[in-house]
C-alpha cells in the first residue's frame, strides 16, 4: 500500500473516494492531473479502480476543497 495511504487504525479517520462524473458542479475547483502534487497524483494513478481508501492528513489537506480531477475522465474527489 502507498505511503499515502494508511489502514483504518492507522489513519485519521479520513478517507477518498474518486467517481466518475461527467458534469462539473457550478463553482466546483477543477484541477488537471497535470497540476496536481506529486504525493495527490500518485492516489489518483493508483487508485483509478474508483476505491474508497483511509488516506494520510496530509493527503486529505491537498484535497480538502473536493475538486473534479482531470485525469483520462472527470474524477470528482469525495472527502469523507
Known sequence: MSSNTTS???GDGRTLHLRP???VPSGAPVRHFDELPETAKQFV???DDRTTVTVTPELAT???D???VVFSEYLRVELA
Open 45 to 47: 494513478a493508483e487508485y
Open 66 to 68: 473536493e475538486p473534479v
Open 21 to 23: 462524473t461527467t458534469t
Open 62 to 64: 491537498e484535497f480538502a
Open 8 to 10: 483504518g487504525a492507522e
